[in-house]
């Protein structure tokens, strides 16, 4: 089983970058999809992006489309999370996760998740 650990998070202010990593440890990514998750405080866990096993596809919340960029460099067993132009509305734990087979943009179908690493905007 692969073991996932995030880091990067920190604070930040309105309008800036942050890039968080995900380290993959057991296992090669090469067979995972890779995807993104936040959560805010009270607030269900929501989709942010994904990107298949190759690299070639990626998928996007429409809430980040634009600003966030998802990679993954399957040498290091590692993905990336660029996040430009960061609103207050982005605070929250990000999770990284992977599941075999197809890209999903659904919570409940990752099998394998990190610890989170908390993302916090100030206006």
């Known amino acids: 089983q692969v073991q996932l650990v995030e880091s990067g998070g920190g604070l930040v202010q309105a309008g800036g970058s942050l890039r968080l990593s995900c380290a993959a440890s057991?296992?090669?990514?090469?067979?995972?999809?890779m995807g993104w998750f936040r959560q805010a405080p009270g607030e269900e866990r929501e989709f942010v992006a994904t990107i298949s096993q190759s690299g070639g596809i990626t998928d996007y919340a429409d809430s980040v489309k634009g600003r966030f960029t998802i990679s993954r460099d399957n040498g290091k067993n590692t993905v990336a999370l660029q996040m430009n132009s960061l609103k207050p509305e982005d605070t929250a734990v990000y999770y990284c996760?992977?599941?075999?087979?197809?890209?999903?943009?659904?919570?409940?179908?990752?099998?394998?998740w990190g610890q989170g690493t908390q993302v916090t905007v100030s206006s």
């Open positions: 057991g296992r090669t990514l090469i067979r995972y999809v």
């Open positions: 996760a992977a599941r075999r087979m197809t890209s999903s943009r659904y919570v409940n179908e990752y099998d394998v």
